[in-house]
Nanobody, 123 residues
């Protein structure tokens, strides 16, 4: 059992930045992979970015590559998403996610979910 709690969402202007944080608790073993999915109204929940325990493997969606940076603090069981150069199409609920075996590519593969934090980008 793992609990994930996100924070850091909010409303920003186009081109602005936000930093999302997610804290994991409930298990002594840290997840193999932690990261983020997002879901806009009427859309499928989509992969954003994931990172493995030691940071040896990091994956980004093409839509955020070069703008978002994922990082992890294993001592604190936290994962972060620095989002720069935000665009209106980044508007979504961002969900922290954890997996104990793989980097999930689709939502159905995720082991544990946070409740989500809203990110709104306006112009």
């Amino acid at each position: 059992q793992e609990q994930l709690e996100e924070s850091g969402g909010g409303s920003v202007q186009v081109g602005g930045s936000l930093r999302l944080s997610c804290a994991a608790s409930g298990r002594t073993v840290s997840p193999y992979a932690m990261g983020w999915f997002r879901q806009a109204p009427g859309k499928e929940r989509e992969f954003v970015a994931f990172i493995t325990r030691r940071g040896s493997m990091i994956n980004y969606a093409d839509s955020v590559k070069g703008r978002f940076t994922i990082s992890r603090d294993n001592a604190k069981k936290m994962v972060f998403l620095q989002m720069n150069s935000l665009k209106p199409e980044d508007t979504a609920v961002y969900y922290c996610a954890a997996d104990y075996s793989v980097i999930p590519r689709v939502a159905d593969q995720v082991d544990y979910w946070g409740e989500g934090t809203q990110v709104t980008v306006s112009s």
